[in-house]
């Protein structure tokens, strides 16, 4: 008995050293804290991205070239790191691909220190093709709970006969409860070795990885490209309408009779008397008859040559009773030419 109870102690480590170095938890454990910081991290920064799209609206609403310009820059940063996305998605969705085309060598390289590769090829198979590796040893833990069974009954017998006393006849029968005990336990790992439910946990992982996670990273691929190209078009019209409004005019009221008028301002004050009284008459009744003809000759050919303006720039504009003196001379000669 204690020969076949060292034997199938010996069988039964035999088994857990094939599997005793297996953890599978760290698996799941680790798509959860991933996805615990993945989901709140890409729902903020869709926010972020339709708070800038809602600033560009604004901003062309009230042609505001602040808002534009911050658009411009933010819209930028978006752009880049749309991008970045789209580069980290299709990485891994090419590594899903490949991993999912042919899965073995990469679950057979990860596992080698941990499992044997005999083991794991029972379980990613589960067929008549693959031995189960567990067989050998159970049948031989079994044969050895029947064995120790077998002597016990024997045992059994002759104390009965011969050490009739209380003592020996109670520690023989929780021995033999210790026996069935080991042999439930023996077929119950058998059960428990059993490739079936594995597989199919195996197989219900590979489709939610090769199935679900791929065509949700490929969503977020598109949706990334999409954003992109996308802030791409938004940040052109931002630039385009920014340089609308910077082309825009402004009209300021312009005080004739300032003395520090800037050049502009008397290019457009001369427009306005030629457009008045017509270049003819204007040269008729200043020419002949303005104390300050290089004055007048300048301030009516300001729009041809600067430099014919500058010289008389600084010359005073002629008085009120001069200018009424000319007008008036000029009508009689010009109802003298009629007559």
């Keep these: 008995m204690k020969s076949n109870v060292s034997k199938g102690v010996e069988q039964l480590q035999e088994i857990n050293s094939k599997i005793d170095h297996v953890d599978l938890q760290k698996i799941p454990e680790t798509i959860h804290q991933v996805e615990l910081f993945r989901w709140p991290i890409t729902i903020v920064l869709l926010c972020l991205l339709i708070f800038f ?15 534009l310009i911050f658009f411009a820059v933010v819209g930028l940063v978006s752009v880049v790191l749309c991008w970045i996305l789209v580069s980290l998605y299709l990485g891994l969705c090419v590594a899903v691909s490949d991993f999912c085309v042919d899965p073995e060598p990469f679950l057979y390289k990860q596992a080698q220190s941990s499992i044997n590769t005999n083991v ?3 379980y990613l198979h589960c067929d008549d093709s693959v031995v189960n590796p567990f067989t050998a040893p159970i049948k031989e833990s079994t044969k050895t709970v029947d064995n120790m069974e077998s002597t016990l009954n024997v045992v059994i017998q002759i104390t009965g006969v ?36 594995m597989h199919k946990d195996y197989v219900t992982a590979m489709e939610a990885t090769c199935v679900d996670v791929l065509k949700g990273m490929a969503y977020m691929l598109v949706s990334a490209a999409g954003a992109g190209i996308f802030f791409t078009v938004l940040i052109w019209v931002a ?101």
């Design 162 to 197: 011969f050490y009739p006393e209380q003592q020996v006849k109670a520690t023989l029968n929780h021995l033999s409860t210790k026996l069935n005990s080991t042999e439930k336990t023996v077929s119950g790992m058998a059960a428990l070795l059993n490739c079936q439910a």
């Design 239 to 339: 630039s385009h309408t920014w340089i609308h409004i910077r082309k825009k005019r402004r009209t300021n009221n312009i005080d004739e009779e300032d003395p520090f008028l800037p050049p502009s301002a008397v290019h457009t004050n001369a427009g306005r008397i030629r457009d008045t009284y017509g270049t003819i008459g204007l040269f008729s009744f200043l020419g002949h008859h303005s104390p300050n003809r290089h004055f007048a000759a300048a301030s009516v050919n300001s729009h041809s040559s600067d430099q014919a303006f500058l010289p008389g720039r600084y010359t005073p504009p002629p008085s009120y009773h001069q200018l009424s003196g000319c007008a008036f001379e000029g009508n009689e000669g010009y109802i003298s030419q009629r007559a």
């Design 120 to 122: 794991l090829s029972y």
């Design 53 to 67: 799209c809602l600033i560009l609206l604004w901003g062309i609403i009230q042609h505001s070239r602040c808002l």
